[in-house]
């Protein structure tokens, strides 16, 4: 098999989930042969992943003359015209030509790839915008939100979503919770998702410098610690970490005898992003609420403004990590003194952070939906106490601070040898396998004039519904 030319498209290279993915996406395919190019719309050398600064991966940043939203809305529509900006950069008669395009998170740009270039495009779905966007998304039902103008907005959005994602010659899911509602909500979808679970670089998660160095002693402590990694969003509701650490510290769970612990919350913080900034301020509150002292901290190279609050410098109950880099990952999550990793999402389509976690050996407790339900393990008719790697509960604060008793008073199997199946070499490969296969199917056919014209209307009808939805 010849090595291949991919390029990576990706709307944000960040720090979250999906970025890490991309990045260990792209670096375990180029360790198999392969040469591998991200394109993206947005790249900041000081809010990114070492492997996209440091020369391990190309990064094309192709930044638009657009905004992310206007006046907080509007965010899908800009992205899709922010992702035709850099398609039209990457189908440009200088640019440079590859034999497939890894599409992910966002689908607007697949039939262009297609019809244009006449190449094949591999889309990894995360999960589905029109769910995301549409209201709150549990399992099995939707929990709508918005009015008539916001619903008429979203029809040609959610429209082209499944009509651009049907164009992919082959679509991979993060996890079977996804691709089952995938199957559900896309109904005009033939294709059945194959699921590729995230993979992460093992050899990322070692610990690595000096426990004397700055970064490093900033956030490590002799003290029990409870590790919660999220972007600062509010759909990651994190308040349920603050809430059951809040009844486990005051000993409101029988059993709570665990000397002087912390609570750690690290996380990806954009400034430009209202959302981060309103997330922390809740939290913060929600700290003080429950008489809980609290510090905020940054590496000095992500060059993070941390806001003014009222902070305790010296050993505080919780501890804010804004935008933490590689080492204070790993020496959090190696850290002897680390109990166990806290992960808050309800219904999250994978999770890599609980797989990042039983990767160092440490304990997950997560919610018992959404795709940490197919990493992590906890005790049940077919899995023993020995094979627990963790503890999966409703979203519940009594509930989860009764596991943190229980996580304090036993020792679990640790998960090394199960996080080798979410490894990137296992990960890499099966990307591989879909990568060479849509390459193989040769070029594309000439496109259809109808389907361009369709596009362009829902196009100049979403433009107008915008224009509506602002007066």
């Given amino acids: 098999m010849a090595p291949l030319r991919i390029a990576f498209i990706h709307p944000d290279l960040g720090i979250g989930g999906a970025e890490r993915l991309v990045v260990d996406a792209a670096v375990g395919l180029q360790k198999l042969g392969h040469t591998v190019e991200i394109y993206t719309s947005h790249h900041d050398p000081a809010h990114c992943f070492d492997e996209t600064r440091d020369g391990t991966l190309t990064i094309h940043a192709i930044h638009p003359p657009l905004p992310r939203n206007i006046r907080g809305k509007f965010h899908i529509l800009l992205a899709h015209l922010r992702q035709l900006h850099l398609t039209y950069h990457l189908l440009r008669t200088n640019a440079p030509t590859y034999d497939v395009y890894f599409v992910d998170q966002l689908s607007t740009c697949i039939p262009a790839l297609r019809f244009l270039s006449r190449k094949r495009v591999v889309f990894y779905c995360h999960f589905p915008d029109k769910l995301l966007a549409n209201g709150e998304f549990v399992e099995g039902k939707m929990r709508k939100r918005g009015g008539f103008l916001k619903r008429a907005y979203r029809l040609p959005m959610d429209w082209l979503e499944e009509v651009t994602t049907q164009n992919a010659d082959i679509i991979l899911a993060n996890s079977s919770f996804t691709a089952g509602v995938f199957k559900a909500y896309f109904p005009s979808i033939p294709q059945e998702p194959r699921v590729v679970h995230p993979g992460i670089n093992l050899r990322s998660y ?30 990651k509701n994190v308040a349920l970490a603050i809430d059951a650490f809040a009844l486990f510290k005051q000993g409101l769970v029988k059993g709570a005898s665990l000397p002087s612990p912390r609570l750690v919350i690290g996380g990806g913080y954009d400034a430009r992003v209202e959302e981060n900034m309103m997330t922390l301020v809740s939290l913060i509150d929600r700290a003080k609420g429950a008489s809980l002292s609290y510090n905020i901290v940054s590496p000095p190279s992500s060059r993070t403004t941390i806001p003014p609050f009222d902070t305790t410098r010296r050993d505080p109950d919780v501890l804010f990590l804004l935008n933490f880099t590689t080492a204070q990952r790993a020496a959090l999550l190696s850290a002897p003194s680390t109990l166990a990793l806290l992960y808050t999402p309800a219904n999250e389509h994978f999770g890599i952070v609980p797989v990042e976690a039983m990767s160092s050996g440490l304990p997950v407790l997560a919610c018992n939906s959404g795709g940490p339900t197919e990493s992590v393990v906890d005790v049940d008719d077919d899995h023993p106490p020995s094979a627990r790697t963790g503890w999966l509960r409703a979203p519940e604060a009594a509930g989860w601070a009764a596991a943190l008793v229980e996580i304090t008073e036993l020792t679990p199997a640790r998960a090394d040898a199960g996080a080798r199946a979410f490894g990137m070499e296992a990960m890499a490969r099966k990307l591989e396998r879909a990568l060479v296969e849509a390459a193989e199917m040769g070029q594309v056919s000439p496109p259809a004039v109808l389907w361009f014209g369709s596009f362009v209307v829902v196009a100049l009808f979403s433009y107008f519904m915008a224009i509506v939805y602002a007066s």
Avoid: Q
Avoid at 207 to 235: H, M, Q, Y
């Fill in 206 to 235: 070692e610990p690595v410098g000096d426990s004397g160095e700055p970064d490093i002693a900033a956030v490590s402590s002799t003290r029990p610690t409870f590790l919660s990694l999220n972007r600062f969003e509010k759909k």
